[in-house]
């Protein structure tokens, strides 16, 4: 992704995003704005399935990292299939057509209803991730006359060397069962008729930069699978997960595609059945860029400030996870002012950068923040009653606009007065 994210690192960002002029673009758009580069998520998509050509293997695309409706559209084109935690999220992958099929359910809360809907629809396969989902599952589906097809999420008790807060399989975190709890699972299978339990899956976390910590999960995953298929109990699914990292800032390396594949291809070697990834940051993070224009320059008793358009509720990773993101002025220029880079909200937390080096900034112009591919749009918020912001998709010479900017009458559209009382 060298022409989309490491030449604007060195040298500030240019006038243009693939062929598209920003300025025009922020002048016609508006800001903030995010703005995608369809290039840049074709190579990355194609490069997964090229490292993963060897295996049988298929890619099931974390909706939550970017659930754009285009974005989802161009990675169906590319053969991509979904991974959903929420019924908005099946609806959002069977709108971008992608076959229910092509679909894995994985959370630790699915509602009755979301079970339903996705009986109903036939998506491919549930990761389970407790006794009650799975007891839950067979309930609704025996009701409805139906087989559901289940994963057993292990929790292999691995440190995935990552953020706190996105780590998910140490055995103090919430998500997946024991491999003892789901040794039990398979061995007790026969109590739960309507639902076929064939499969196991992991996910230890987001922001992987080493892989480390993966191959040590996959290796206790294989000795999980080899010993369930000696005991009888045949599994045509392997779902290793996602959360490959990304480089955001200076040192940072991010795992390579093949070597990615390589270890996964070393741990199940001779498993027949079907692999799948999950990757969501991998695909998307680097492809995108959220837009924004200067209010103003603070000159602060003790810091010096560059307050933006932009603000926590339009990119909360900074404020939630610490998160670092480059940010480039647009027309480059030598980096010689330090700015804690903030946004308008009312919160202290609303910081995306402290003692950055950047070109001095003026009122009106306008800077990149990048790496804003992934978490950014799909986490986003009216706080402050800020509308949200608009998405386009460039793709050489030309954009679309793939999400229109919120209105403040379209966010207060859902609020009633008063006015109608009821009891209950």
């Known amino acids: 992704m060298e022409h989309v994210v490491e030449k604007h690192r060195r040298?500030?960002?240019?006038?243009?995003?693939?062929?598209?002029?920003?300025?025009?673009?922020?002048a016609r758009e508006?800001?903030?704005l995010y703005v995608y580069s369809a290039p840049a998520l074709r190579q990355r998509v194609r490069a997964l399935r090229q490292a993963l050509s060897g295996l049988n293997a298929?890619?099931?695309y974390a909706v939550k990292a970017n659930g754009n409706a285009a974005v989802l559209r161009l990675l169906a084109e590319e053969g991509a299939g979904a991974d959903i935690v929420s019924a908005g999220e099946l609806e959002r992958a069977l709108r971008a057509g992608i076959a229910?099929?092509?679909?894995?359910?994985?959370?630790?809360?699915?509602?009755?209803?979301?079970?339903?809907?996705?009986?109903?629809?036939?998506?491919?396969?549930f990761n389970i991730e407790?006794?009650?989902?799975?007891?839950?599952l067979q309930r609704i589906a025996a009701a409805r006359g139906l087989m559901a097809t289940a994963a057993v999420r292990i929790n292999p008790d691995v440190d995935a060397q990552t953020h706190a807060k996105i780590s998910t399989g140490k055995a103090e975190n919430k998500f997946?069962?024991?491999?003892a709890e789901a040794r039990g699972w398979f061995q007790a299978r026969a109590q739960w008729p309507n639902v076929r339990l064939d499969g196991l899956h992991m996910h230890i976390g987001s922001q992987l930069l080493s892989l480390a910590p993966v191959r040590e999960a996959l290796a206790r995953m294989a000795a999980f699978w080899k010993e369930l298929e000696a005991a009888g109990h045949p599994i045509a699914s392997i779902d290793v997960g996602g959360g490959l990292g990304v480089r955001y800032r200076e040192g940072e390396q991010a795992p390579d595609a093949r070597e990615y594949a390589a270890a996964i291809a070393q741990?199940?070697?001779g498993f027949g059945g079907r692999i799948l990834v999950e990757p969501g940051r991998w695909l998307v993070a680097e492809a995108g860029l959220l837009l924004s224009r200067v209010l103003l320059e603070k000159h602060g008793q003790e810091r010096r400030f560059l307050v933006l358009d932009a603000a926590m509720n339009d990119l909360l990773r900074p404020t939630l996870y610490d998160a670092w993101h480059d940010i480039v002025r647009i027309d480059g220029g030598q980096a010689s002012v330090r700015y804690d880079v903030v946004g308008p909200v009312c919160e202290t937390g609303d910081t995306f950068a402290t003692d950055r080096l950047l070109p001095p900034c003026a009122a009106g112009e306008l800077v990149a923040i990048l790496g804003a591919g992934a978490y950014a749009?799909?986490?986003?918020?009216?706080?402050?009653?800020r509308p949200l912001p608009a998405e386009v998709l460039v793709d050489g010479d030309r954009y679309a606009l793939v999400r229109r900017r919120q209105t403040l009458d379209e966010l207060l559209a859902a609020e009633l007065p008063a006015t109608e009382w009821r009891r209950t």
């Open 267 to 269: 741990a199940l070697a």
């Open 100 to 125: 229910a099929a092509d679909i894995v359910f994985s959370g630790v809360g699915k509602s009755d209803a979301e079970i339903v809907l996705a009986l109903e629809v036939g998506i491919g396969r």
């Open 11 to 26: 040298d500030g960002l240019p006038a243009t995003f693939d062929q598209v002029d920003l300025p025009a673009l922020a």
């Open 30 to 32: 508006g800001t903030p």
């Open 377 to 385: 749009a799909s986490m986003g918020s009216t706080y402050n009653s």
């Open 58 to 60: 298929g890619i099931r």
């Open 176 to 179: 997946g069962v024991s491999i």
């Open 130 to 136: 407790s006794r009650a989902e799975l007891d839950s």
